[in-house]
């Protein structure tokens, strides 16, 4: 449906410069051994090594699909001018992985130089879709086995007067995963949408919230409107212990304070717009947490009686893991909860029953950096595999993978899209590789004409983005796979085209 407008004048010589310089990004190379895969040991009392293992396979099994794209192609690349060329890139594809490519890319490279950058884009957006087919039909990280359910979390939550959690991460790919494998809940509880900086959009979530209390009052979903808990909305930002002057949160210039602070205004700045705009007391209840993005150590600031937050106040999980190490499981969960309180004596009950959850979830997540990682991760800075731009994305739970931009539309949303383009500059452009792009809508299949918006939505901002980026579009430098999915169907995604000529 769209077509790569690649000019033919020039071409060749951009391809040759590719084609050597697709060996110039960085192949990632297998991390720290690994000491536990699944045997379900543990080094602390609280810490689920099993899960660990689990989480584990999955995240190197999708990521090893990503990083295998470059390797397969160099070896594609340096058999390009040889008699059964097709056959055997075919077989190279094969082997490394586990599709073919696209014939027609492939029998061209006998009149012009192999097109690299279709065919790097072309493989990225095809594992993608292989990725979303396992993510959908599998539940990969369903986290039923470990009275983690969904439903579980919910009753929890409304035990500690609670009956939403909507979780505000920045969009920066090393959050992606904050709520599976940072915080440990399972998704289908949690609203998570990201925000460059972690500043989310005050009116979608005063929208969210006007929808959550309707269902309650109208459904009693997913408790009763009379029931006396509230809308829990959290905030996540971010910094780096290994480079804080760095690698923190860009949208804030690397600086930590700024970054906990700004998160801070927003959240009450969203409390505010719902007391004044509903009468009868109508308030939320809000949660600011920090995340360490090199080893996946939490900040929680804890609030006060009234739910006040004070920046200087908070339990670093780092410290949890380190105090609690030596005990019994039993002795260990007293002394979380005596680690919050000293840091905030009057504390109300149900938050810190939260509280110590999240620290002690947490605490699984700093075994698993340390056993498979090291003292923090390799990839301390950007290393997305490609951008999301839309809305859905439910799929994407891991670090690193995506840099995600939720939008409606690239006018609206410009800011998020620039950083997305400006870390792919660094990381693909720079190396003549496309930055490649899923644009994808998600919609609700039971409502009338939903799907048809969803497509026009995919198609604007694919032009939009086009014309935004559009030396990098005329360069065979941007690549877009446009994708709908119909989430009350809960099914596959829907390919409706890409910027390729060959089809996924
Ligand atoms: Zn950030």
């Not at 884009?121 to 039909?137: E, L």
């Not at 930055?435 to 409502?447: A, C, K, M, T």
């Not at 004409?449 to 939009?464: L, N």
Request: glycine share 6%; aromatic share 8%; hydrophobic share 40%.
């Amino acid at each position: 449906m769209l077509r790569n407008r690649n000019s033919s004048r020039g071409q060749s010589r951009r391809r040759q410069s590719t084609v050597q310089s697709v060996s110039a990004r960085p192949e990632r190379t297998a991390t720290a051994q690994p000491m536990m895969v699944g045997t379900g040991s543990a080094n602390h009392p609280l810490v689920d090594g099993y899960e660990n293992g689990r989480l584990y396979q999955y995240e190197t099994s999708v990521k090893k699909s990503f990083d295998a794209i470059v390797p397969a192609l160099r070896k594609v690349s340096a058999q390009q001018h040889e008699n059964d060329f097709v056959a055997s890139a075919q077989s190279v594809a094969m082997q490394e992985l586990g599709y073919q490519l696209p014939e027609d890319i492939l029998q061209d490279a006998w009149v012009e130089q192999l097109d690299m950058r279709s065919l790097f884009a072309w493989c990225v957006f095809k594992t993608y879709q292989r990725f979303c087919d396992d993510f959908f039909g599998t539940s990969p990280l369903s986290s039923g086995m470990n009275n983690k359910s969904a439903e579980e979390f919910q009753s929890f939550i409304q035990q500690c007067g609670f009956h939403t959690l909507d979780v505000s991460p920045c969009a920066d790919g090393r959050l992606a995963h904050a709520v599976r494998y940072v915080l440990r809940l399972p998704i289908e509880a949690v609203r998570r949408k990201s925000y460059a900086g972690a500043m989310f959009d005050i009116d979608n979530s005063i929208q969210k919230w006007v929808e959550t209390e309707m269902l309650r009052f109208r459904e009693g979903r997913p408790n009763t409107a009379d029931e006396p808990t509230r809308y829990l909305k959290a905030v996540a930002y971010h910094f780096s212990s290994v480079d804080p002057g760095h690698e923190g949160c860009a949208a804030h210039g690397s600086d930590d304070a700024k970054a906990a602070a700004g998160g801070l205004d927003r959240l009450l700045a969203f409390q505010t717009a719902i007391e004044n705009s509903f009468c009868c007391g109508a308030s939320i209840d809000l949660l600011l947490l920090g995340i360490d993005t090199d080893t996946d150590a939490i900040k929680v600031h804890i609030p006060d009686a009234n739910g006040e937050i004070d920046l200087d106040k908070f339990v670093d999980a780092k410290d949890v893991y380190q105090q609690t190490e030596r005990l019994s499981s039993t002795e260990a969960e007293l002394q979380v909860e005596q680690m919050v309180q000293e840091v905030q004596p009057a504390v109300a009950e149900g938050m810190l029953k939260l509280i110590c959850k999240l620290l002690i979830n947490n605490l699984s997540q700093i075994e698993y950096v340390r056993n498979y990682y090291g003292s923090h991760y390799e990839d301390i800075g950007h290393a997305e595999r490609f951008i999301g731009a839309g809305i859905g994305f439910e799929e994407v739970q891991l670090r690193n993978l995506t840099y995600i931009a939720y939008l409606n539309t690239v006018e609206e949303s410009t800011a998020d899209f620039d950083v997305g383009i400006k870390i792919f500059s660094k990381l693909n452009v720079a190396h003549g590789l496309p930055v490649p792009v899923v644009i994808r809508f998600d919609y609700h299949g039971e409502v009338p004409g939903a799907r048809d918006r969803a497509v026009e939505h995919c198609q604007r901002v694919s032009e939009a983005a086009k014309a935004r980026y559009s030396e990098l579009a005329e360069n065979g430098l941007l690549h877009t796979l446009l994708v709908v999915r119909n989430c009350s169907a809960n099914g596959k995604i829907e390919i409706l085209g890409s910027s390729l000529k060959a089809p996924i």
